[in-house]
């Protein structure tokens, strides 16, 4: 990107409250379900019903608020936002405008280039969700599915802090772990259970913010990251060309990579905001603050830091296995009684990458994380080698088993005799005459050539230690 240009990002990301039930009736929220098979009088808006609210989804607020650090408001209000959607049943959405739950908070991201930022949040607050328009079934038509009509949201609104793409995907993958972490939201991207918008816009450094677009409905961090580099690109050639940036609603198409207007940008003020005559003020007090807080987990932070500290952790390994909550604890059962970084390297390693290769989930892991432990202990105390722990948790991911059944029946313990072991070296330097005599003129790489061949002869079960040792007195013995 041209220097001359600084691009401004804040986001508006949507996270989907995992109640059971809708935020102001008691329809489930399940997805999946047949369309327009979860509602009732109050979601479908019929003359003479009245809303209620739903405590869970309120407690999952505060939870947020809690997290960030907020300002969390003791009075907040519901307000009618007016606008006419076709899946927008009442011509309005119950949201909060002018004194939202969760007032002024931050974020801090870690950047991928190992540094952190502090981003704000501006405030979040609780609202419906709307209903769903589909197309595809229909031919020159559209359906409506009120099924996800007043779903609880909860909106996270940040400062425009963001200062490129990346830092903009850092903030919401931060963002995503944390609703994880906190139990408030599934984070389920595919379905629409956590997304966002983007507002972008570009000004000269230290100049006053420009024009800013909105992309609607990001639903990948690879779109948000797409979207904006677009953006960026589109925005600084209308200015360089002498144009101007219209306030407007944008759309990403993932399958043309571009953006492309929606709408006009609405104001504040065309949405014509107004209390909720039908709910009352929301009043928090202390006691329930701190029933809340008493119930919130180890967070992110919290958690990556000590992985550190207890396990002796880089900060790559200890991001990496704090990053969800369900990942962090199958790592802490694999790492109880053996060596920290060891056992990261098996959870980063093969097991991440055998579940990504099959594609299954950690929740789904054919592998225990006992199992995985006795592996690690396996060899730690040199009853097999790195190497044969592979081939045996390649067994237990595909086949099932234990760990030791699978060592004995293969006949997989290491030899660790230094009488075999100076045997197999013997046969392996005998063979090799040349190679040897080059060892001993100076080419040292070629240790490395008999190592592998002593280990070949043991079908990969000779102490590799051992090998090496006994293989370098034998070859400077001559």
């Not at 006795?374 to 722990?389: H, M, N, P, Y």
Request: proline fraction near 5%; hydrophobic fraction near 40%; charged fraction near 25%.
């Amino acid at each position: 990107m041209n220097m001359d240009w600084e691009v401004v990002i804040g986001l508006e990301v949507h996270a989907q409250l995992n109640t059971a039930t809708k935020i102001f009736c008691g329809c489930p929220t399940a997805f999946g379900a047949e369309p327009n098979s979860h509602t009732c009088p109050v979601c479908l808006a019929m003359p003479g019903t009245l809303p209620v609210l739903n405590a869970a989804a309120v407690d999952k607020a505060i939870a947020l608020g809690l997290a960030i650090g907020a300002e969390l408001n003791r009075h907040s209000i519901f307000a009618r936002k007016n606008y006419f959607y076709p899946d927008l049943p009442k011509g309005y959405q119950i949201s909060q405008y002018e004194l939202p739950v969760v007032g002024k908070g931050t974020l801090t991201v870690q950047l991928p280039d190992g540094g952190e930022k502090v981003v704000g949040v501006t405030r979040a607050h609780l609202e419906e969700d709307a209903g769903k328009s589909l197309h595809e079934a229909f031919i020159g038509q559209s359906g409506i599915d009120l099924n996800r009509a007043g779903t609880p949201l909860l909106e996270i609104v940040s400062e425009p802090d963001m200062r490129s793409p990346a830092e903009a995907v850092a903030y919401l993958k931060k963002l995503h772990t944390l609703v994880r972490y906190l139990d408030i939201c599934d984070g389920n991207m595919q379905e629409g259970s956590f997304r966002c918008d983007a507002n972008v816009s570009l000004r000269r450094p230290d100049a006053p913010y420009g024009t800013r677009a909105e992309i609607k409905n990001l639903n990948s961090f690879r779109f948000l990251e797409k979207a904006i580099e677009y953006e960026i690109v589109r925005q600084r050639d209308i200015l360089e060309s002498g144009g101007r940036i219209v306030q407007e609603t944008r759309l990403y198409d993932a399958n043309r990579d571009e953006t492309r207007s929606m709408r006009g940008k609405e104001e504040a003020n065309d949405y014509r905001y107004f209390p909720d005559p039908d709910l009352l003020p929301l009043v928090l007090d202390e006691a329930r603050i701190e029933r809340v807080r008493a119930t919130l987990p180890e967070l992110p932070d919290a958690k990556r830091i000590r992985f550190m500290r207890q396990y002796a952790l880089p900060v790559y390994d200890a991001g990496v296995l704090t990053a969800g909550r369900t990942l962090a604890d199958y790592y802490e059962q694999v790492a109880v009684g053996v060596d920290g970084k060891l056992a990261a390297n098996w959870v980063m390693g093969d097991l991440l990458g055998a579940l990504n290769k099959a594609g299954v989930e950690l929740e789904d892991c054919p592998v225990s994380a006992g199992k995985l432990r006795l592996l690690v202990q396996r060899i730690e105390d040199q009853t097999i080698s790195g190497k044969i722990a592979k081939d045996i948790f390649e067994e237990l991911f595909h086949r099932g088993g234990e760990v030791d059944a699978i060592i004995d029946s293969r006949g997989l313990r290491q030899i660790t005799d230094v009488a075999a072991i100076s045997a197999m070296v013997d046969a392996i330097v005998t063979a090799h005459p040349q190679q040897a005599a080059d060892f001993r003129a100076g080419k040292d790489k070629l240790l490395g050539f008999f190592v592998g061949q002593v280990m070949k002869a043991s079908q990969g079960k000779a102490n590799p230690d051992q090998v090496n040792a006994i293989l370098l007195e034998r070859l400077q013995k001559g």
